[in-house]
C-alpha cells in the first residue's frame, strides 16, 4: 500500500526524458475544525510529455492507487494539450494524514517529515503543520525503491543527463494547505485562505513550519447570555423595587384616609 501511494509522484515524472517537457504536482491538505479532512494529489504533465508519449492516458494505471484507498479522476486531456490526474484521500485524524503524506513522499520523497498535530484546550483548538520541503537525489527523489530496483536505476537518466535536465526544469511540486483558525505563525504565502510552498529543485530545504488557532465561538455566546441575564436580574430587581414602594404608598394613603 505505501508503495502505491509512493507512485504517485512518480508516475508522471519519469515520464521527463526531453528538455522541453515538465509535470507539475500540487499536494493540497484541507483539514477540518475536528483533525478529519482531505488531501489531494494535482499532477499536470505538459504537452510536450504528451507528444514525447502519446499512448501515456491508457498507459498509466492506478489500480493499486485505489486498493490503496485513493480516488482518482483521469487521465484527463488539457485545453493545452497536456493530461491531468487528480487523486484524492480522506483522513480522519492528523495522524492519519501525516502517514498518507509518508507513503506519498517515501524515504526519500521531497516531502521530509511532514506532519500534523491538534490540540484542544477548552474552546481553544490549536493546528501544527511542521516537516521540510527538499528535494536530494535528482530525479531518483520521485521514484520508488521497488521501481529503481526494477530498472536498476532512474527511468531514463541518461536522456535526462544528456538534455541537461535538472528537477526544477522537469518537476514542479507544490504543498498547500488549508488549516483552521487564525494563522499565528507560518513560513508560506498566504492568499485565498490557504498556505502555499514551492518545493526547491537545487537540493534546497524549506521549513513548513506553521500555527494556527481556531477559537470555539460558544465563550462569546456564553458571555453574552450572562450579560443579558445580568441586565433582566437588574430590571426585574427594579420592577420589584417600585412594586414594593407602590404597595408602602398605597397603604400609608389608606390609613392616612382612615
Known amino acids: 500500500?505505501?508503495?502505491?501511494?509512493?507512485?504517485?509522484?512518480?508516475?508522471?515524472?519519469?515520464?521527463?526524458?526531453?528538455?522541453?517537457?515538465?509535470?507539475?504536482?500540487?499536494?493540497?491538505?484541507?483539514?477540518?475544525?475536528?483533525?478529519?479532512?482531505?488531501?489531494?494529489?494535482?499532477?499536470?504533465?505538459?504537452?510536450?510529455?504528451?507528444?514525447?508519449?502519446?499512448?501515456?492516458?491508457?498507459?498509466?494505471?492506478?489500480?493499486?492507487?485505489?486498493?490503496?484507498?485513493?480516488?482518482?479522476?483521469?487521465p484527463t486531456a488539457e485545453p493545452t494539450g497536456g493530461l491531468r490526474v487528480v487523486l484524492t484521500k480522506t483522513f480522519q485524524t492528523p495522524a492519519q494524514a501525516t502517514e498518507i503524506l509518508a507513503n506519498v513522499s517515501g524515504p526519500n520523497g521531497p516531502l521530509v517529515g511532514i506532519a500534523l498535530a491538534r490540540e484542544h484546550t477548552g474552546a481553544l483548538t490549536t493546528f501544527h503543520l511542521n516537516g521540510t520541503l527538499q528535494v536530494t537525489g535528482g530525479m531518483s527523489a520521485f521514484s520508488d525503491e521497488t521501481l529503481l530496483s526494477a530498472v536498476g536505476a532512474t527511468?531514463?537518466?541518461?536522456?535526462?543527463?544528456?538534455?541537461?535536465?535538472?528537477?526544477?526544469?522537469?518537476?514542479?511540486?507544490?504543498?498547500?494547505?488549508?488549516?483552521?483558525?487564525?494563522?499565528?505563525?507560518?513560513?508560506?504565502a498566504?492568499?485565498?485562505?490557504?498556505?502555499?510552498?514551492?518545493?526547491?529543485?537545487?537540493?534546497?530545504?524549506?521549513?513548513?513550519?506553521?500555527?494556527?488557532?481556531?477559537?470555539?465561538?460558544t465563550n462569546a455566546w456564553a458571555g453574552a447570555l450572562a450579560k443579558g441575564a445580568l441586565i433582566a436580574l437588574a430590571v426585574w430587581l427594579i420592577v420589584c423595587a417600585g412594586f414594593i414602594v407602590y404597595v408602602i404608598v398605597v397603604r400609608q394613603r389608606n390609613e392616612h384616609a382612615r
Open 1 to 74: 500500500m505505501a508503495r502505491a501511494a509512493r507512485r504517485i509522484l512518480s508516475l508522471l515524472a519519469i515520464t521527463v526524458f526531453c528538455a522541453s517537457c515538465r509535470v507539475d504536482v500540487n499536494v493540497n491538505i484541507a483539514m477540518k475544525v475536528d483533525g478529519s479532512g482531505l488531501i489531494t494529489i494535482t499532477a499536470v504533465a505538459d504537452a510536450a510529455v504528451v507528444k514525447q508519449a502519446p499512448s501515456l492516458a491508457t498507459d498509466l494505471r492506478f489500480d493499486d492507487v485505489k486498493t490503496a484507498g485513493w480516488t482518482v479522476v483521469g
Open 155 to 188: 527511468p531514463y537518466a541518461r536522456e535526462l543527463a544528456a538534455a541537461g535536465v535538472q528537477p526544477a526544469d522537469a518537476v514542479g511540486i507544490t504543498l498547500t494547505a488549508g488549516l483552521p483558525g487564525a494563522v499565528k505563525t507560518t513560513t508560506g
Open 190 to 217: 498566504q492568499g485565498g485562505g490557504t498556505l502555499s510552498w514551492t518545493v526547491p529543485g537545487d537540493g534546497s530545504a524549506v521549513d513548513v513550519g506553521t500555527i494556527t488557532q481556531d477559537k470555539a465561538p
